[in-house]
């Protein structure tokens, strides 16, 4: 199957893949969106975190009709194969198509959550689409804590029903979400000169994923092998220190890389074939989630190095952050309703800094595994913050959205289906903002999202479009 760009979903996906706009760079999309809506006389807003709001009236025969909300966010999730030179701040995707699947080369796809940007810009321009009053909203950086989201105000969302298009699935809906916040941990650090010889240690092949609708399925976590490795060397007798750490990109993906330099001494062969064995067990561990791993040893050089003091602050932090499934649903079969991902770890000139994202169905559980960390930073001498936190989206068995949706899905001869997520999701803001609104998540098939290995079904892209128009006809 084709990527037919005369589709006009298709055709406004194609235009979005040309525009860089990764969190916390979505400007230039944003200004496009108004553009947009200046373009085809809609009444539009947009907010100083370039949020965008475009009103459409009602077409003949739904003047009365209780307005409908759709919502997508704007940003993706930027991440690339080691060897893939891609500029996510300048260069547009490159997009291909194999066996029906869209991809782009080397990078993200941007699906998550394109795909809803795409669909609302065809349907605005629609003027034959029969619909109510259309209200569409386009959010920023929600990949990195909802926060486009968290700045909007009530006023702001003009209607009490909402699709939220960041969804999967074409007849499959969610019934709630987690809430979450990301936990900032920082150190400043002392330098020290250095005439030791260095080695780097490179974990790779992982397969990483969404650290949420993935946290379950036990994969390997760049960040936290790297750290184990280390400690269990330094506890084996070996002398290392760190030079650097660096791993992951995003604290919503499962950090599929990360290396570390270390001085050391003693024999460079001795503690490579230490490594090596470590490497075999952690292999065995991971053998049916993360088949690929491996473990790059090799020599470096470095002038300078961490004070032992913050070489062994940073390894013992990692070594001891919680990561992972913590608990799962006792009512819902395969849900899980806390966890932690140790997402991303950086040093800089001055200071190193750590990102992990906790997610809970309940609020309590979110602040439970908060505190735990932020008790773990104050013993480590870290300072610790929280940012973008966000609240969860609970479960309403009255829903006249959900059967809409649930009626189109059934009247085309589909099986509709309902789940609960861990996955955080814009729908919790929503929620906080009008507790009345009444929200499905809706979306075509798309696989491995926040990896470059993202892809998604043309043909599904195309059967929920059309479903998406049915279930706007139908809101009368």
């Known amino acids: 199957m084709e990527f037919d760009l005369k589709k006009r979903h298709c055709y406004w996906f194609n235009e979005l893949c040309k525009i860089p706009h990764g969190s916390r760079n979505e400007k230039e999309l944003s200004d496009f969106l108004v553009q947009f809506a200046k373009d085809r006389g809609l009444v539009w807003k947009q ?50 198509v194999e066996d029906g699947l869209l991809k782009a080369r080397g990078t993200t796809l941007g699906a998550d959550d394109g795909h809803g940007v795409a669909y609302m810009l065809a349907i605005l321009e629609d003027d034959d689409l029969p619909h109510p009053p259309l209200s569409c909203i386009f959010t920023t950086m929600e990949e990195i804590g ?22 999967g699935g074409e007849c499959h809906t969610l019934l709630s979400s987690a809430g979450g916040g990301t936990s900032v941990l ?7 000169d250095n005439d030791d010889p260095c080695l780097t240690l490179a ?6 994923g969404h650290s949420g609708g993935d946290i379950h399925l ?11 490795m280390v400690k269990e060397a330094q506890m ?20 599929r890389e990360a290396t570390v330099t270390l001085t050391y001494q003693g024999g460079f062969d001795e503690i490579e074939n230490f490594l090596k064995k470590k490497e075999k067990e ?18 470096a050089d470095s002038k300078t190095r961490m004070s032992q003091e913050d070489s062994d602050s940073l390894i013992n932090i990692l070594y001891l952050l919680p990561n992972g499934m913590k608990n799962r649903s006792m009512v819902i079969e395969g849900l899980t309703t806390t966890s932690d991902n140790v997402g991303v770890v950086t040093t800089y000139e001055d200071r190193v800094e750590i990102q992990t994202l906790v997610r809970a169905a309940l609020d309590s559980n979110t602040d439970d595994l908060l505190n735990q960390i932020a008790v773990l930073a104050d013993l480590l001498g870290w300072e610790h913050t929280v940012m973008g936190k966000y609240p969860g989206w609970s479960y309403s068995e009255v829903s006249p959205m959900r059967d809409i949706y649930r009626k189109v899905c059934e009247d085309r001869g589909r099986t509709f289906e309902i789940s609960a997520a861990h996955g955080g999701c814009e729908c919790g803001v929503f929620k906080g903002l009008d507790p009345t609104i009444d929200i499905i998540s809706f979306g075509p098939i798309t696989r491995f999202i926040h990896t470059p290995d993202e892809e998604m079904d043309l043909r599904s892209f195309d059967r929920s479009y059309e479903l998406l128009c049915e279930i706007i006809k139908a809101c009368k």
């Open 236 to 255: 084996a007798g070996y002398d290392l220190r760190l030079v650097c750490f660096n791993g992951g990109m995003k604290d919503n993906a499962i950090p």
């Open 282 to 299: 952690i292999w065995k561990e991971l053998e049916f989630s993360d088949a690929g791993f491996k473990v790059e040893v090799n020599k």
């Open 218 to 228: 036990e994969k390997g976590n760049a960040n936290k092998i790297a750290a184990r």
């Open 203 to 208: 974990v790779r092949g992982l397969l990483g």
């Open 47 to 96: 907010d100083e975190v370039f949020n965008v709001i475009i009103d459409k009236k009602a077409s003949a025969g739904y003047e009365d009709s209780e307005p409908l909300v759709l919502q997508a966010h704007m940003d993706m999730v930027c991440e690339k194969n080691n060897d893939c030179d891609h500029d996510f701040l300048k260069d547009p995707l490159d997009l291909y």
């Open 146 to 167: 909802l926060l486009g989201a968290g700045q909007l105000k009530p006023e702001d969302v003009h209607g009490h029903r909402m699709v939220s298009l960041d969804g």
């Open 186 to 192: 920082t150190r400043k650090i002392k330098w020290e």
